[in-house]
């Protein structure tokens, strides 16, 4: 993995971790008993990434329901913020120019 990915993915990580436990804290101070199930909490962060870019620009949007946070383009070592953002039809997507070699998007559910 190379470094701006990784460091793209460790950030998103320390976000999700964050909002994990600032949730938790505001229910623990409201004051109101919950049951808690046995169930893992679902991440309302998504990464979506593609492998390899084609001469397209590796057009990539979120699922329905779901906002697209942000969109990294990675070519080599470097990587830079997506070319171009579209809405089409209510949905926004990311495109990178035909230099990138894949593209890292982070959907989130509200």
């Known amino acids: ?3 701006p990915t990784l460091a793209m993915a460790l950030i998103a990580a320390a976000v999700i971790i964050f909002a994990a436990k ?3 804290h505001e229910e623990a101070s409201s004051g109101v008993a919950t049951e808690q199930s ?3 909490p679902v991440s309302p962060v998504k990464t979506l990434a593609s492998a390899t870019c084609a001469s397209d620009g590796c057009p990539v949007s979120c ?3 779901d906002t697209l946070l942000s969109a990294i383009c990675v070519s ?3 990587a830079r913020f997506a070319d171009t953002l579209r809405v089409d039809k209510g949905v926004l997507t ?3 120019g035909t230099s990138a070699g894949n593209i890292l998007v982070y959907c989130g559910r509200p």
Do not use: D
């Open 76 to 78: 080599g070592s470097r």
């Open 22 to 24: 600032s949730s938790k």
């Open 63 to 65: 699922e329905s329901g």
């Open 38 to 40: 046995a169930a893992v």
């Open 1 to 3: 993995m190379k470094l």
């Open 94 to 96: 990311a495109t990178c």
